[in-house]
């Protein structure tokens, strides 16, 4: 099977013509530099997967043939959605890229109390669909077919008020906490995994967090950078109760 990955959102037909346009074949001539008669797969991102051949290659426009369907999943058994602290700079792409690589079924990026990065409306349109684009590219890279949901940034609070009564695990890293991921009682599959940004959450945030059913958790005896908190407590996740146990 071809390594070369590109999820596409034109519907995909077996035994059916592709053409790939735009930055699709751009990506295919000039950077994979692949040319006609070579495999590549394609996927939809909910979950199915395609190989396909390149019949021709021109500037605009690459023409294939869809020629065998894959049966495949990478997807965790484990659902977990990461409600991430939005952060400056590339640290949210970074946390977003490795969340994706790491299996999350859902980032819904949030707006605290202590939040650096402030956005209006127009400019969280933008980050969204920048951080769906993040994700896409983890999935191409990583192996994934299905693509996970990214939110629109929501402050926490919004968010909170949503998870009073679900039955989702749902755990809050908190420094100095006593419960760890190990000791907590996995009831199902469906966890949310709650991460502040930078500057930490509030105290009236830790608070509102718990009463949401939030269960605070340490992390060790380190102060974790948001980015580095939230990959690691995604493959401590997958460890103990996923697909990397």
């Known amino acids: 099977m071809s390594n070369k990955r590109l999820y596409v959102e034109e519907p995909i037909k077996l035994d059916a013509d592709l053409n790939l346009r735009g930055d699709h074949a751009r990506y295919i001539g ?3 530099r692949l040319r006609p008669d070579d495999a590549l797969t394609v996927f939809d991102g909910k979950g199915n997967e395609f190989l396909v051949t390149i019949r021709s290659i ?7 043939t869809v020629i065998e369907a894959l049966d495949r999943t990478s997807e965790s058994p484990l659902k977990v959605t990461l409600i991430q602290g939005v952060s400056k700079g590339d640290r ?3 946390a977003i890229q490795k969340a994706t690589e790491l299996g999350v079924t859902r980032v819904v990026p949030v707006l605290t109390d202590y939040s650096v990065v402030k956005l209006d409306t127009n400019r969280a349109e933008k980050k969204q669909t920048h951080w769906e684009g ?14 996970p949901m990214i939110d629109a940034p929501t402050p926490l609070v919004d968010v909170l008020a949503d998870y009073h009564g679900t039955l989702s695990t749902r755990i809050l890293l908190k420094p100095g906490a006593t419960k760890t991921l190990k000791s907590l009682d996995i009831d199902g599959n469906d966890v949310t995994l709650l991460v502040g940004p930078e500057g930490g959450f509030s105290d009236l945030e830790y608070e509102n967090a718990e009463v949401a059913g939030f269960v605070p958790v340490g992390f060790g005896p380190r102060i974790l950078r948001t980015e580095t908190a939230a990959l690691t407590a995604l493959a401590a996740l997958q ?5 990397l146990s």
Do not use: P
Request: glycine share 6%; net charge neutral; proline share 0%.
């Open 58 to 64: 021109r500037k605009s426009v690459i023409e294939t």
């Open 239 to 243: 460890s103990l109760y996923g697909d």
């Open 30 to 32: 000039r950077v994979l």
């Open 134 to 147: 993040v994700a896409v590219s983890a999935c191409e890279q990583c192996g994934r077919n299905v693509l």
């Open 92 to 94: 949210m792409d970074f």
